[in-house]
């Protein structure tokens, strides 16, 4: 019973990860298509200063993924990042490669210093959730099990390709109705720029997630028999419904319940996943049972989790409330000036 409620909280923290890293990874791809220093100059801006105050965060559910994974299913660690070693190395070298972009590109004083570090910051923003999706795909076609050694086929695949492309779309849309939001509050004349991006990404993710059903029908019987009944299809009929709500509301004006919707589908498809793959951990040679760990090790780390989830959940839900209602706004020159010299004269001397 431990070891069930683990494997959901891993599912959920895999789920919060997609849908908060998911939002700053489609930053970025809209970042890389913006266009040339001119055209690209506002909404470049626009994603600029709406990632800046939450764009390190999003991480805390990656380290909530990694400590579950390690702690309450170490088998299932072990045999992953061995026969995954590869696409995940590069996912990781994305990750601290976009990160480093994103943090000098903005204080770079020379033009080229700020190309080749936006470049740096977009491309990998592209290739980290392909390769991270590559890898959950091998994972769910079943050829990774206990023992497998790394290999290209257990990541160069047709499940892997599909859900690569299908993690990269939808962090594009994820990206596109947050931007949408943000521009409303910020910038007015880039919401029918985002929203128009927004709908665009959506008709791609709802094709990719077509194809990927087709595709695993063939590749990966057991998760395709598990997202077509029981619950993994009550996730797919969810995230379909989401899928139109926010199409209704993206032709609407755009708020926060879109921006729920958006995470509904993204949140969906993820849990229709873990849901088909039941009751196994990697399909279909490792369980829920057979891959947890020591049932007080699984005790304590419920214990902790619980803690955890106290503490940081409501942090990070007060970090979301002050960015989107422009509480965590930089201060510009002339207000720094200000606050340094007072209203008279040089702080200290009025």
């Not at 489609?26 to 690209?40: I, M, N, S, V």
């Not at 999706?133 to 994972?139: D, E």
Request: net charge neutral; charged share 15%; glycine share 12%.
């Amino acid at each position: 019973m431990t070891a069930d409620v683990i494997a959901v909280t891993l599912l959920l923290a895999v789920a919060a990860y997609a849908c908060a890293g998911g939002t700053d990874y489609g930053a970025g791809f809209w970042d890389l298509t913006a266009g040339g220093a001119e055209r690209g100059k506002r909404p470049r801006q626009l994603i600029d200063h709406a990632m800046a105050p939450v764009w390190e965060v999003n991480n805390v559910w990656l380290i909530f993924v990694f400590v579950i994974m390690w702690t309450g299913f170490p088998i299932l660690f072990q045999t992953v990042f061995s026969a995954m070693w590869l696409p995940l190395a590069l996912a990781a070298i994305g990750m601290v490669l976009r990160g480093a972009g994103f943090a000098f590109r903005k204080p770079a004083r020379r033009l080229v210093g700020r190309r080749l570090y936006g470049a740096v910051f977009a491309v990998a923003s592209l290739v980290t959730p392909f390769f991270l999706g590559s890898a959950v795909g091998g994972v769910a076609s079943g050829r990774v099990s206990p023992g497998t050694e790394a290999s290209a086929d257990a990541w160069v695949n047709p499940t892997s390709l599909m859900f690569g492309l299908t993690a990269v779309a939808g962090t594009a849309f994820l990206g596109a109705v947050f931007l949408t939001g943000d521009a409303r509050r910020l910038d007015a004349d880039l919401v029918g720029y985002f929203r128009r991006r927004a709908l665009a990404s959506l008709g791609v993710v709802s094709a990719l997630a077509v194809l990927a059903l087709s595709v695993t029908r063939d590749d990966s019987a057991h998760v395709w028999h598990g997202l077509t009944h029981g619950v993994g299809l009550g996730f797919v009929i969810a995230a379909g419904v989401a899928v139109l709500a926010t199409i209704w509301l993206l032709l609407r004006t755009p708020g926060v319940w879109v921006r729920v919707a958006a995470v509904a589908v993204v949140a969906g498809a993820v849990l229709a996943w873990g849901m088909a793959q039941r009751p196994y951990l990697l399909p279909t040679s490792l369980t829920v049972s057979d891959g947890a760990g020591a049932p007080a090790t699984l005790t304590w780390l419920l214990v902790v989790t619980v803690i955890a989830v106290v503490v940081v959940l409501p942090a990070v839900a007060l970090l979301y409330w002050l960015d989107t209602h422009g509480e965590l706004e930089e201060l510009t020159d002339a207000e720094l000036r200000r606050s340094g010299t007072g209203e008279d004269g040089p702080s200290g001397t009025a």
